[in-house]
Antibody
């Protein structure tokens, strides 16, 4: 059974940093592209970043470029999102997801809440 | 960026009804369109990918169609567990974008 479990969320002040983790199990992690997707409270879904199975390619939504870094450790079956220079508008539940056919998000974690507030 | 719109934004329906949700892209996205179901406080779940391919384990009452700019998600014979929010998402052009969602409520 595919499982994705996020951790690392919490309350942080504007300008601060946070590192999210996603532990993957139940599939060959190193064979799949992975993503982070976020959802602000009461709002829609927003794709944040993708990373290729070997980490050689990374893509970001413009609003986080230069501030967020997606990475992975295939030996540890783990996905990460380093978030720096956080803004109030980054407040959201952050989901990790495994990319499936035709660029779909085939499997999702339960999400971790990031709150940016003073 | 490719903008995704959905209609209606919300609807009320009864168990056993058939319903259709529409998703429109601001430019052609071929068939790079997925549909998700999300219940309150939960992660989304993939229903349909490549516009019309049913994700493994998803009931056959869900179906998708369309290509280019116009797409539909149809739920035949609505079940109690189908009351949720439905999102479409395009993966044709970066950044990948979602529609605003359609909330399906019990009448």
């Amino acid at each position: 059974e595919v499982q994705l479990v996020e951790s690392g969320g919490g309350l942080v002040q504007p300008g601060g940093s946070l590192r999210l983790s996603c532990a993957a199990s139940g599939f060959t992690f190193s064979a799949y592209w992975m993503s982070w997707v976020r959802q602000a409270p009461g709002k829609g879904l927003e794709w944040v970043a993708n990373i290729k199975h070997d980490g050689s390619e990374k893509y970001y939504v413009d609003s986080v470029k230069g501030r967020f870094t997606i990475s992975r450790d295939n030996a540890k079956n783990s996905l990460y999102l380093q978030m720096n220079s956080l803004r109030v508008e980054d407040t959201a539940v952050y989901f990790c997801a495994r990319i499936g056919g035709s660029g779909s998000f085939a499997y999702w974690g339960q999400g971790t809440l990031v709150t940016v507030s003073s | 960026d490719i903008q995704m719109t959905q209609s209606p934004s919300s609807l009320s329906a009864s168990v056993g009804d058939s319903l259709t949700i529409t998703c429109r892209a601001s430019q052609s996205i071929s068939n790079f369109l997925s549909w998700y179901q999300q219940k309150p406080g939960k992660a989304p779940e993939l229903l349909i990918y490549a516009a019309s391919s049913l994700q493994s384990g998803v009931p056959s009452r869900f179906s998708g169609s369309g290509s280019g700019t116009d797409f539909t998600l149809t739920i035949s014979s609505l079940q109690p567990e189908d009351f949720a929010t439905y999102h479409c998402q395009q993966s044709y052009g970066a950044p990948w974008t979602f529609g605003p969602g359609t909330n399906v409520e019990i009448k």
